[in-house]
């Protein structure tokens, strides 16, 4: 980013944080500003989100279908992958991923469930019916 430069998009989705930019200056110095997102910035952002949009859509159909758990589908929810929903709800990865399958789902005990509820901040109630 040009010292000259002005980040000065405001957007109602994108302008209301700001974000810390680092530039070099004219002499070659390092320095930073604080600014909004750019045009591009918030186009790039939207086009992330959609695309965030489209896997949760996607897994809530293959749920509704019966072909994945409501546990892949609040993992997809909450922007988690196999991995990080492991660590979250302390259980091991070959697990979560076992707990995808709707038959393995559906005889979880309580304690599993609550792990799993605590991890995606819903009740277990919630999990149980999914959307």
């Known amino acids: 980013m040009e010292n000259n ?5 405001k ?3 994108f302008g209301q944080s700001k974000e810390l930019f680092y530039y070099y200056q004219d002499g070659g110095a390092f320095d930073k500003k604080i600014g909004f997102h ?3 910035d918030a186009m ?10 489209e896997r949760i859509e996607e897994a809530r159909k293959r749920m509704q279908a019966g072909e994945i758990s409501p ?6 929810k909450n922007l988690l ?3 990080n929903l492991s660590m979250v709800a302390g259980i091991s990865i070959w697990r979560v991923k ?4 709707p038959r393995i ?8 469930l609550k792990k799993y509820a605590t991890a995606f901040n819903i009740s277990i109630e919630q999990l149980k019916k999914a959307e």
């Open 38 to 40: 750019s045009e591009d």
């Open 81 to 83: 992958d196999p991995l």
């Open 11 to 13: 957007n109602k989705d």
């Open 71 to 76: 546990i892949a589908y609040y993992m997809e």
């Open 105 to 112: 789902f559906g005889c979880l005990n309580e304690k599993t």
């Open 5 to 9: 430069q002005n980040p000065g998009f």
């Open 44 to 53: 790039i952002l939207q086009q992330a989100w959609d695309l965030f949009q």
């Open 98 to 101: 076992r707990h995808f399958k």
